[in-house]
């Protein structure tokens, strides 16, 4: 099943840089996707990026972060990264972080296919 646990967030100037962390435990990593999401309060949870850890490794950004966010995964610290630069107010969210046991959902990261969740961490970028 596995434990996730956000750090990382805090309040940043826009054009500023972020990197978030998901601490990792109890995770199979021979075929699992880590993927980042964020929400704001009356939106819908959306997919930021995710990476495949297994067989022909994959990422995928969602066009609003594409060349401004990077997400990396490290085996042997159990930690997936999320490098945030160029951060820009509509960034401001808490962002969550989550795995599936699954190579189909890191195409497009969508919420209902995630199975464990961390608790989030707020990130707030000031204009």
């Known amino acids: 099943q596995g434990q996730l646990v956000e750090s990382g967030g805090g309040t940043v100037q826009a054009g500023g840089s972020l990197n978030l962390t998901c601490g990792e435990s109890?995770?199979?990593?021979?075929?699992?996707?880590m993927a980042w999401f964020r929400q704001v309060p009356g939106k819908d949870r959306e997919g930021v990026a995710s990476?495949?850890?297994?067989?022909?490794?994959?990422?995928y950004y969602d066009p609003s972060v594409q060349g401004r966010f990077t997400i990396t995964h490290d085996n042997d610290k159990k930690t997936t990264y999320l490098e945030m630069h160029n951060v820009k107010p509509q960034d401001t969210a808490i962002y969550l972080c989550?795995?599936?046991?699954?190579?189909?959902?890191?195409?497009?990261?969508?919420?209902?296919?995630?199975?464990?969740w961390g608790q989030g961490t707020q990130v707030t970028v000031s204009s």
């Open positions: 990476i495949y850890i297994g067989k022909r490794g994959y990422t």
């Open positions: 109890g995770l199979v990593y021979n075929g699992v996707c």
């Open positions: 989550a795995t599936n046991p699954s190579r189909a959902s890191c195409d497009v990261p969508l919420p209902y296919l995630f199975r464990t």
